[in-house]
């Protein structure tokens, strides 16, 4: 592609690309999100491009192949999409795929097998299914539609039509002044303004001329998360383009993408991307000739947690160590190199085109007052519907898990959901109808995080879990301030303790008190958000604490001090099983015959019940 001198000549291009593209052409889109990937996705694309050579389709039926980002609906993977007929296949393997090619793209008929069902009914669309029908997407709007590595796919979309706006037809502060009429907050988990963040950046500029920094957070470390991996592997130039316009925005003519090296794929598409649009002149000198200059970096981080955390992130970026700083100074004062630095995740910028595109309050209208917007969430744990979601900030958290995600398989109501990654709060079933924004998440004793979203049941118990989170976020601290560095090894050890039914009713107060000191004095937002998990399960379920100390009972059958296993006799079929699974060889007993299981040498790995398919491994 030749390099692009101005708004004009970008518009001709994606004109003309679009006039090239036959709306008639059948279109085969393979999900290669992480989890359909995983399943062998990339298989069935190359599958399809193998089969249709092989048949020599003629030129009315021959698709064009496309390997895009996360569809979203992860558990019901590998996913393909066929248009213009809009037929939604679940569940695709490779050897399902000729017929795909010969009875759907040849013969236009449907392999009703492949189709996606709930509840008895067959849905034949991608949009009929209750799982996307109740989303609405900004963030996530290019995602499972383009491929990621071709910029003609992503230009056809709309991508750097927002760039082009605010480069000859605004002024810096004119797209300041949208952005905070959108009124976005930071979805990094903060949830600060965006646009009063820029206004600090472009005023701090302006008394202190020089350089300035835009710097994309793009290292998402929560267990369970990944949106922000999603959008940079399927959609890299939303990114990018929301990079250019806070450049713009602010003046800075330098940014930088944090990304964790744990993201290989979306290290590869951010950077193919960014070769593409410099080679069009979208990024480097005099861009679109409106005489602004801008470029980027990409940083990767080492995988450390704490490098999430902002100030962290920047002296990583700097090369040093990446400890967190006292904030007495904002980093849109003094951020790199004592310079001006605006700080947003991907998904933040993610939003910021459309914004720019279709004005600020078009997105202040959606969401609800102080909460605009959407917010991405990754939806796992014990959930029918394991997936990426997008929905308007406000929505009861009932809907989220219940109605998009199918609710807990085979019971009527969870546990509790963990929002927020490691550091978010339990919400229990109880408060179900809780709005999902950053107030009333607050409120509940947890927040909104980076979107995190763990639904747990009652096989889940609340000490376990606030063990596995704390244990996580003991491990990832940097141990730079005291509070951080004993106060969370101190929580621990109560745990640890009532694990075991160890402890007293006075230890609960005393570990409520220490989380809540921790909270106070954490120099950082990871050590000050660390005992949520604690408080709140502590807040909203203090019997089972009781249950562990009191009656050295876990309610759950999960901490292993606590808990025997055996088998029942009367359910037990003699079918070994469970004895050639355990790693103990623990269990005995004859073919056809009741097993016994040596209570003595038993571990408590819980592999017998996995195995067993009759109920007949009994936890006490």
């Known amino acids: 592609m030749q390099r692009i001198n101005s708004a004009n000549e970008l518009k001709a291009l994606r004109d003309s690309l679009a006039k090239a593209l036959d709306p008639e052409q059948p279109v085969v889109r393979v999900c290669l999100g992480p989890g359909c990937l995983a399943q062998g996705s990339d298989k069935i694309a190359a599958a399809f491009r193998r089969v249709i050579g092989e048949k020599g389709l003629d030129a009315e039926v021959k698709p064009l192949i496309k390997e895009t980002g996360c569809h979203g609906f992860c558990k019901q993977g590998p996913l393909v999409n066929l248009d213009p007929s809009g037929l939604f296949y679940a569940q695709v393997k490779p050897e399902d795929v000729e017929e795909i090619v010969d009875r759907t793209l040849v013969k236009g008929e449907v392999v009703d097998r492949l189709l996606y069902s709930q509840n008895g009914t067959q849905y034949r669309t991608a949009g009929d299914i209750p799982f996307y029908k109740m989303q609405t997407k900004i963030a996530m709007r290019n995602l499972g539609l383009i491929d990621p590595l071709n910029i003609e796919d992503a230009l056809r979309a709309g991508a750097y039509q927002a760039a082009a706006k605010a480069l000859t037809e605004m002024t810096p502060a004119e797209v300041i002044e949208q952005v905070e009429l959108s009124s976005i907050r930071g979805r990094g988990g903060a949830g600060f303004p965006t646009g009063r963040k820029w206004r600090s950046a472009a005023q701090a500029l302006a008394r202190r001329p020089g350089p300035a920094y835009i710097v994309c957070n793009g290292d998402e470390g929560d267990p369970g998360a990944f949106m922000d991996r999603a959008i940079m592997e399927g959609d890299p130039h939303s990114v990018l383009e929301g990079l250019l316009l806070g450049a713009y925005a602010i003046g800075a003519q330098q940014g930088f993408i944090y990304v964790r090296a744990e993201y290989p794929i979306a290290i590869k598409n951010l950077e193919l991307a960014i070769a593409q649009i410099r080679e069009l002149g979208l990024f480097g000198e005099n861009i679109l000739g409106s005489g602004f200059n801008f470029d980027i970096q990409i940083n990767r981080g080492a995988g450390a947690f704490v490098c999430g955390e902002s100030t962290a992130l920047f002296t990583s970026i700097e090369g040093r160590s990446g400890e967190p700083r006292a904030k007495y100074i904002r980093s849109v004062e003094r951020g790199l190199w004592g310079r001006p630095t ?210 050295h009972q876990c309610p759950a059958g999960v901490c292993k001090a606590l808990i025997t296993y055996s088998i029942d006799p009367d359910a037990c079929t003699g079918c070994g099983l469970c004895a050639r699974n355990c790693p103990q060889a623990c269990i005995t007993g004859e073919k056809k015959e009741p097993h016994v299981i040596d209570a003595e040498v038993c571990i408590r790995c819980g592999m017998c019940l996995d195995s067993c398919k009759f109920g007949a491994v009994v936890v006490r």
């Open 342 to 551: 605006v700080l947003n995740n991907v998904e933040t910028l993610a939003n910021l085109p459309v914004i720019i595109q279709n004005g600020g309050q078009w997105y202040a209208d959606i969401g609800a007052p102080r909460n605009t917007g959407t917010k991405a969430f990754s939806l796992v744990g014990k959930v029918s519907n394991v997936g990426l979601v997008e929905v308007p900030m406000g929505v009861p958290l009932s809907r989220i898990v219940e109605e998009i995600g199918g609710g807990v398989p085979g019971k009527d109501r969870f546990k509790a959901v963990q929002t927020g990654g490691p550091s978010g709060g339990c919400i229990p079933y109880e408060l179900k109808d809780t709005p999902v924004d950053y107030d009333s998440l607050t409120k509940a004793g947890s927040m909104m995080g980076s979107g995190g979203m763990i639904v747990m049941d009652d096989s889940d118990c609340v000490v376990d879990i606030s063990r596995y989170f704390l244990r996580f976020l003991e491990e990832e601290s940097c141990g730079k301030c005291l509070p951080c560095r004993l106060g969370l090894k101190a929580m621990l050890e109560f745990l640890d303790r009532f694990a075991e039914g160890k402890g007293s009713i006075e230890d609960i107060d005393e570990l409520e008190n220490l989380a809540q000191a921790v909270k106070d004095g954490a120099l950082c937002a990871l050590g000050g958000s660390a005992p949520n998990p604690v408080l709140t399960t502590v807040r909203y379920f203090r019997d089972e604490y009781l249950a562990h100390i009191i009656d």
